[in-house]
C-alpha cells in the first residue's frame, strides 16, 4: 500500500459526459502527479500540482482540467469525453516539487471506460 | 522514435535465471526511475538514480549517463517478479518520459 488513494475504481460512462477522479495523496507528500496510462500509448505524464499550484504540464488535453485544495488532496476532471479517454488514470505523489529528485508513490488508478 | 526506449518488449524465463532488461534514452536527464507494474495495475517505484549503481534485494539498476543506457538486473528471477518493468526519465523539464515497458514472465 502506498499510502496515496483514489476513488473511483472504475468509472464507466456514456461520451460526452463529464467525470471527476479523486485522488489523496502520502500524508506529508505536497506534490500530486497525473497521468494517463492507454493501450496504444503506455504511461504518459498530464500534470503536476505542488501545494495548491500548477507546477508543470504534459500532455493534457484542454478538456481536461485538475487542481489541488488546501488539504492537498487532487482532482482531475474530464469533459466532453471521447472512447479514446478510455484509460487508466493514476495519481502519484512526493514529497517535493522534482522528479529528478523525489521518488513517486502511485495510487491504485482509476479504470474509466467511454462507451 | 521515442525518447526513451526499452528492450526487450517481452521476456520469459525460467525460475531461478538473471534476467536484464535495458533503457535507452536520447534526452539529457536528471534522473531515471525503474517502476514495476503488477498484473492488477499497480506501480511501485523500484528505482530512481542518476549515476552508478543501486541494490535493494534481488534488484539491481544501472546507469551510464555518457552512453545513455540503464539496466534492471534481476537475480534468482521468481515467478512473483512477473510483471511489466517500465523506466522513466526526468530532465530539466519536471516530467516523467515514459518507457514502452517490458513484459516479463518468470515461470517456475
Known amino acids: 500500500d502506498s499510502g496515496v488513494t483514489q476513488t473511483p475504481k472504475h468509472l464507466i460512462t456514456a461520451t460526452g459526459q463529464r467525470v471527476t477522479l479523486r485522488c489523496s495523496p502520502r500524508?506529508?507528500?505536497?506534490?500530486v502527479y497525473w497521468y494517463q496510462q492507454s493501450l496504444d500509448q503506455g504511461l504518459q505524464f498530464l500534470i503536476q500540482y505542488y501545494n495548491g499550484e500548477e507546477r508543470a504540464k504534459g500532455n493534457i488535453l484542454e478538456r481536461f482540467s485538475a487542481q489541488q485544495f488546501p488539504d492537498l488532496h487532487s482532482e482531475l476532471n474530464l469533459s466532453s469525453l471521447e472512447l479514446g479517454d478510455s484509460a487508466l488514470y493514476f495519481c502519484?505523489?512526493?514529497?517535493?516539487?522534482?522528479?529528478?529528485?523525489?521518488?513517486?508513490?502511485f495510487g491504485p488508478g482509476t479504470r474509466l471506460t467511454v462507451l | 522514435k521515442n525518447e526513451v526506449e526499452q528492450s526487450p518488449q517481452n521476456l520469459t524465463a525460467q525460475e531461478g535465471e538473471f534476467i536484464t532488461i535495458n533503457c535507452s534514452y536520447s534526452v539529457g536527464i536528471s534522473a531515471l526511475h525503474w517502476l514495476q507494474q503488477h498484473p492488477g495495475g499497480g506501480i511501485v517505484s523500484l528505482f530512481m538514480l542518476s549515476s552508478g549503481k543501486k541494490k535493494h534485494g534481488r534488484l539491481i539498476a544501472t546507469i551510464n549517463i555518457q552512453e545513455k543506457h540503464s539496466s534492471l538486473h534481476i537475480t534468482a528471477s521468481h515467478p512473483r517478479d512477473s510483471a511489466v518493468y517500465i523506466c522513466?526519465?526526468?530532465?530539466?523539464?519536471?516530467?516523467?518520459?515514459f518507457g514502452t515497458g517490458t513484459r516479463l514472465q518468470v515461470f517456475p
Open positions: 500524508s506529508g507528500d505536497l506534490s
Open positions: 522513466a526519465v526526468g530532465g530539466n523539464t519536471d516530467k516523467l518520459i
Open positions: 502519484a505523489s512526493s514529497v517535493g516539487v522534482g522528479v529528478s529528485t523525489d521518488t513517486q508513490y
